[in-house]
């Protein structure tokens, strides 16, 4: 009421203050009627995590790199005779996979370590319990979440091709052909990097390399080269 | 119409008035302030816009147990709820809806019966204060009696010059008299009984014997249920009872295009226009701290409230 020496009019901040809850009643409300209305998630939101069964090869690399250890898994092995071959194969067969959700605290770090896309985001939410013990999600009920899973987005047109394009690319050429990053984006590549090709065609390798490490008994296709 | 029948009907009336228009403006607070917030409000009572929020309230307040605290003084502590609820239907007892005697008891001295029935308002909230032997409860009510007490200067001096510039203390006589230039002749007396009139009904910004972030909830701290739900309806009504004193006195009651047969809604719509008013006040400010709410009361609306009198003295004399 009286320190208002440095204010221009008397009363002016009362008006404005009035101004302004005017104006808000006038626009729409931001409020969401959840239950009634499914929200409208951003992509790649993480919700729940889903299990493709038929990808797992029980590496156990998801389970090592969970921060908090939630992710159980059992496994046993399994002969399997292929016809006109020397001597039997043998295979992991996946027992137990459970994720427990009130451990989990949503880094993705297993979906992203896991080497064969068997973890994916899906970003249904809604799966609270009254027991939380019920939290821990058993194999079919993460291999349910898989119906959930949106497609993955689009690829970025400006962006590198996948691993898999590049390959199946060099591929294509045969031997000793030009290598992806040399043929794939012509059009979008700066005119200054026209020496880096070379170096990037020379780290393809390596990292294939590296990931063929990352991946025991796997890489049929790495193998080839 | 017998007198009996003449009666009766207009208790019912009143008493239905008195019943539906706090719910009528509850409900649009919520709905005001929600939307003044970017929110929606009650949305699920009722199936349509949570128009039953209200009534779903009272149900849930019924069904409540009555507390009263051990050190209470329970007598005072039951009655406090009904004194501050009575003085409010009796108000609207005089107060004039349309013209022709449409009121349902026209009272010669009605602005001085309406002022002396608003001041027992401050007996509920000392009662209520003391009865409840809670330390927030006291300090709400003192708090409540000083504003009560202070605020009751400006009304009167406000709602003085009105009736001195209409001639009569009659509420339907001074309708009767107003004009539409009194709006502007008026308009600082009218302020300040607006102003003065928030405070009396202790509606934000001036509801410092409330203030539930210092005090829980002031005098109203200790009740629960039904007796909680009438502090509640007591307050709505006090919204009703100012909007419709500022309306019949500053605003010109009836007056307005086809107030013959009209008059009744002209009333009605400057009731809750003023209404809106006092929510959308509600929803602005925040509230005064104490000390600023005495300065305004004696260095801003007393001195103004005088002021309009000797303007509409001198206006009155030399016209």
Redesign the interface.
Known sequence: MSDDGERSTPGKGLVQGLAVTLKTMTQRTTTQQYPDVEPELPPRSRGVIALLEENCTVCMLCARECPDWCIYIDSHKEEVVVPGAARSRQRNVLDRFDIDFSLCMYCGICIEVCPFDALHWTPEFEYAETDVLDLLHSKDRLGDWMRTVPPPPAHDVLGEPSKEEATAARKAAGPGAATAAKTARPAARRPAAAAPPAKAAGEEPAKAAGDEQAKPGSGEAERER | MPIWLDLIVRVVAVVAAFLVLPLVVGQAEHK?M???????GP?YAGAFHGWAQLVADGVKFVQKEDVAPGEADRRVFRLAPIVALFPYLLVLLAIPLGPNGLVAQGLDVGLFFVLAVLGVGVLAVLMSAWASANKYSLLGGLRGAAQLLGYELPLVLAAASVAMAAGTLSLPGIVEAWRPWWLLWQAPAAIVFFVAGLAEIRRPPFDMPIADSELVFGYMTEYTGLRFAFFLLAEYVGIIVIAALTTVLFLGGWHGPFADQLGWLWTLVKIFAVSFVII??R???PRLRED?LQ??CW??LVPLALAQLVLTAAVRVLT
Do not use: K
């Open positions: 005001v929600a939307h003044m917030q970017g929110r929606l949305m959308w006040l929803v602005s400010f600023q300065r305004l260095l801003v």
